[in-house]
């Protein structure tokens, strides 16, 4: 038996999430859901952005399952999802981008994973004003942090058989807080001496990304960096409908797609659920359903042969309910 927070989220968050939660089910039996609602539709219906019951399930589970949230403007902290980061002190935002045999992009075999920092940078929200024209940002780099997320990219590339991994940095400007950042890389990477070590510059990153994606593997770098890599690395695969994250810290574990809450498309049944059916993978794997993770990813292999199964970001035409059931007969046929 598991117990796990089930977020519905917004916009398109109720509608994927509702296929996620329909397929988890039919592959493991004894999954316990909380369902609680936070976002913007719960501030309008309810008049919080995120009532008790959510932290209290999230203190229970320990374990989360979210689709997007959006957190309006003027709500006291700048994003609901930085803000579940930080408190439950998730520093690890992992971001696989592996090419889905059946969904056409511009390369062919990308399998990249991105570490990105979760809790620290520019996201540390310590930003004032001296003046009417003059603003301040103050990006927070530690070593502890740096420490943290490092080591987690060489242990999963050590546990993974990954040759390789690539820490983003602009050290070369930001001398103190990339600086230490490259630093903590260089001297935990004597410590695997069978995985190669690079350190590269972001804007360079951006260029060798898009010309050659396939000769990095594992990526690590700080939050601001991490968060524009992904969604280029997203781009590199299919785009956001088709990617997964997993946000982990020592005591809590959040699993949620790449993408917004896209209100464009919300409450028309044409969401692409795949970013969080593989949220959903990642979370499985997580808590030790290895075989389960693996036939989810199978089943939406399988069911992506057939072009008729595509969703409209994908060229097609099929619809997220159609999709849902579609990848609940390739699990039934799959055993
Ligand atoms: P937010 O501010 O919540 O991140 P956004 O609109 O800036 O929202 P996304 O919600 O990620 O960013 O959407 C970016 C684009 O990608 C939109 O056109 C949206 O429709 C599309 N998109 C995002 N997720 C999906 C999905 N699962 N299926 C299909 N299209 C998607």
Redesign the pocket.
């Known amino acids: 038996m598991k117990k796990i927070t089930l977020i519905k989220g917004d ?2 968050g109720p509608e ?1 999430t509702a296929c996620a939660k329909k397929v988890l089910d039919l592959l493991v039996d004894d999954l316990i859901w909380t369902e609680v609602s936070a976002g913007l539709e719960t501030l309008e219906k309810y008049g919080e952005l995120i009532p008790k019951a959510v932290f209290d399930s999230i203190e229970e589970t320990r374990l989360v399952l979210k689709g ?1 949230l ?1 957190t309006p403007i003027g709500e006291g902290f700048r994003s609901i999802n930085v803000m579940l980061r930080k408190k439950y002190d998730l520093f690890c935002n992992m971001r696989p981008a592996l090419t889905i045999p059946g969904v056409v992009s511009r390369y062919e075999a990308i399998d990249l994973v991105i570490f990105r920092e979760n809790t620290e940078d520019l996201y540390a929200g310590i930003e004032s004003r001296t003046d009417e024209d003059t603003r301040h940002s103050i990006k927070v780099i530690t070593r502890k942090g740096s420490t943290r997320i490092i080591k987690a990219a060489f242990e999963y590339a050590l546990a993974h058989n990954r040759h390789k991994v690539t820490l983003v940095h602009k050290a070369n400007i930001m001398k103190e807080t990339d600086g230490l950042f490259l630093q903590v890389g260089r001297e935990i990477a004597k410590a695997y001496p069978d995985i190669v070590f690079e350190g590269i510059i972001v804007d360079n990153m951006c260029m060798q990304l898009v010309m050659n994606p396939h000769q990095f593997d594992v990526i690590v770098t700080m939050n601001l960096y991490g968060d524009i890599l992904s969604d280029l690395c997203a781009g590199l695969v299919g785009g ?2 088709v990617v997964s994250s997993a946000n982990i810290g020592d005591n809590f574990a959040l699993f949620e ?1 790449v ?7 919300a409450g028309k049944n044409i ?2 659920p795949i ?1 969080m059916l593989l949220s959903g993978a990642m979370l499985l794997e997580y808590i030790g359903y290895y075989n389960e993770g693996k036939a989810l990813r199978t089943a939406i292999q399988e069911v992506l042969k057939d072009p008729s199964n595509h ?3 994908l060229g097609g035409k099929c619809k997220t309910d159609a999709f849902t059931d579609a990848v609940c007969k390739a699990i039934a046929i799959g055993g």
């Open positions: 916009g398109i994927v997007p959006t956001l409908g797609p993408h917004g809450s896209a209100p464009d498309i969401a692409n970013a969703t409209t970001d």
